[in-house]
C-alpha cells in the first residue's frame, strides 16, 4: 500500500523559505516519476516541480528559480525547498507518485497523492 504523508508547511513572510518534506512507504521515491503540486481554493491541481527516475527535474516557470525538488534515498522521501516566497505561493501543496519513469507535471498521470500541507506566505 502506498502512503505519501507530507510535512513542513506553514506561514512565512514573503522573501521567506520552507522545505516541505514527503515521507513515502510502499512506493520507491527513486523508482518513478513524483511531483509537487499545489491548489488554490476552488481551482485544479497545478504542477509545481517533478523529478524523473534518472533524477532529471522539472518546474513551472512561476518557481523556477526559486523552488528546488529533491530526494532522500536513504530515507525514502521527496523534497521541496521553496525560497524567496510571494504571497501567490500560498496554497495548499500536496506530493504525488506516479507509475512512470517520466510524465508531464498534469494531475492525471498521478495515481498516488499525500493529503497536503497549507503553505501561507504573508506580504
Known amino acids: 500500500q502506498v502512503q505519501l504523508v507530507e510535512s513542513g508547511g506553514g506561514s512565512v513572510q514573503a522573501g521567506g523559505s520552507l522545505r516541505l518534506a514527503c515521507t513515502v512507504s510502499?512506493?520507491?521515491?527513486?523508482?518513478?516519476?513524483m511531483a509537487w503540486f499545489r491548489q488554490y481554493p476552488g481551482k485544479d491541481r497545478e504542477g509545481v516541480a517533478g523529478?524523473?527516475?534518472?533524477?532529471?527535474?522539472d518546474y513551472a516557470d512561476s518557481v523556477k528559480g526559486r523552488f528546488t525538488i529533491s530526494r532522500d534515498i536513504a530515507t525514502n522521501t521527496l523534497l521541496l525547498q521553496m525560497n524567496s516566497l510571494k504571497p501567490e505561493d500560498t496554497a495548499m501543496y500536496s506530493c504525488?507518485?506516479?507509475?512512470?519513469?517520466?510524465?508531464?507535471?498534469?494531475?492525471?498521470?498521478?495515481?498516488?497523492w499525500g493529503q497536503g500541507t497549507q503553505v501561507t506566505v504573508s506580504s
Open positions: 510502499g512506493y520507491s521515491v527513486e523508482k518513478y516519476f
Open positions: 504525488a507518485a506516479s507509475s512512470f519513469k517520466t510524465a508531464p507535471l498534469k494531475a492525471s498521470f498521478f495515481g498516488h
Open positions: 523529478i524523473t527516475s534518472e533524477g532529471t527535474s
